[in-house]
């Protein structure tokens, strides 16, 4: 992975070019970056990555109306956002609040938009009780806070040094490992009625034995498993609507991400070396000067 000189994209019909500000990192990006390739993407050098992202509008497509140049925004641009400009669909974005800091907006759009797509899909609400395993990570960090909101009591799984900030976030704190369907029940004599998977194996063992409708039961890692199981295998919709549910949440001050590490552009490879350890805290932002 290298920084490389390329052609400025320009904005065509429909579209705006954004000066990147901040982008988030996903484990999808170092999947990517290990050589994963996706139908539909060209799989030739020099490939881009990255698929969140906030900045200001710099210049607008003909016919592309509610964004005009200067405008601060945040977005999505899959393998496209780890740069200093990308061209997207207006679609694609919706204003950044004002509070925000630019690298909340850019880690936003990915992790909120999945755990956002997992607590609609498997249909948390008031009188739940929802596991959510890597309740620290990205995706879980939001997981954990919109089951709240909605008036679900969350039980979140993750390392002793995470367990202060899981309480700060409202969920009930439980360490993985050995014992975790013991400690579980021992924390929810009610019953756990849905689980949001983001570790795959024991993880989504462990929610099988906990949950008994297994439509109730998510994975967004363990695709392989979930068809012969009968669980859902959650896919992240995104939309510009969802994007500005989630950040109504941040400025109503329901929803925060923790950015533990701010990386700038040319040193993005430690964003991936951090990524790469699997105990991220929150998000890891990328910063474009
Ligand atoms: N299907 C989709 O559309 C979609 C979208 C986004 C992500 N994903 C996938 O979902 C997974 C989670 O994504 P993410 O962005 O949230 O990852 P992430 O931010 O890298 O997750 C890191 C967290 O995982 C926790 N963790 C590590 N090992 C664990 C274990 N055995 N049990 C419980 N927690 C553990 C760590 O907590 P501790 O430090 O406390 O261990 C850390 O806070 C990834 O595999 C990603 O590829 C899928």
């Keep these: 992975m290298e920084l490389l000189e390329v052609p400025t994209p320009e904005a065509g019909p429909g579209q705006v070019r954004v000066r990147v500000k901040a982008a988030g990192i996903q484990p999808f990006d170092c999947e990517v970056r290990r050589g994963l390739t996706l139908p539909g993407h060209d799989p030739s050098f020099p490939r881009k990555i990255g698929n969140d992202f906030a900045g200001v509008v710099d210049q607008v497509g003909e016919g592309s109306e509610g964004f005009p140049?200067?405008?601060?925004?945040?977005?999505?641009?899959?393998?496209?956002?780890?740069?200093?400009?990308?061209?997207v669909p207006i679609e694609q974005i919706v204003t950044k609040p004002a509070g925000m800091s630019w690298e909340v907006a850019g880690a936003f759009s990915a992790s909120a938009q999945t755990a956002h797509t997992a607590v609609e899909q498997l249909k948390v609400g008031r009188g739940d009780t929802f596991l959510v395993h890597a309740a620290a990570g990205g995706v879980g960090t939001v997981a954990v806070q919109v089951a709240v909101i909605l008036g679900a009591t969350v039980i979140g799984t993750a390392g002793e040094h995470n367990h202060d900030y899981l309480r700060s976030l409202g969920a009930v704190p439980v360490a993985y490992g050995d014992g975790l369907v013991e400690r579980v029940r021992a924390l929810a004599p009610q019953g756990v009625t849905a689980a949001l998977d983001g570790i795959g194996g024991a993880a989504l063992d462990a929610s099988l034995e906990l949950v008994d409708d297994r439509r109730r039961i998510g994975t967004i890692k363990d695709f392989d498993r979930a068809g012969e199981l009968g669980v859902l295998a959650i896919g992240t919709q995104r939309s510009a609507e969802r994007l500005a549910r989630l950040t109504a949440w941040h400025t109503e001050g329901k929803l925060r991400i923790e950015i533990s590490q701010a990386v700038p552009l040319e040193r993005a490879a430690d964003a991936h070396r951090a990524m790469d350890t699997g105990h991220v805290r929150g998000k890891v932002a990328i910063v474009v000067p």
């Design 69 to 87: 140049v200067g405008s601060e925004v945040l977005g999505w641009a899959l393998l496209a956002s780890h740069a200093e400009y990308v061209v």
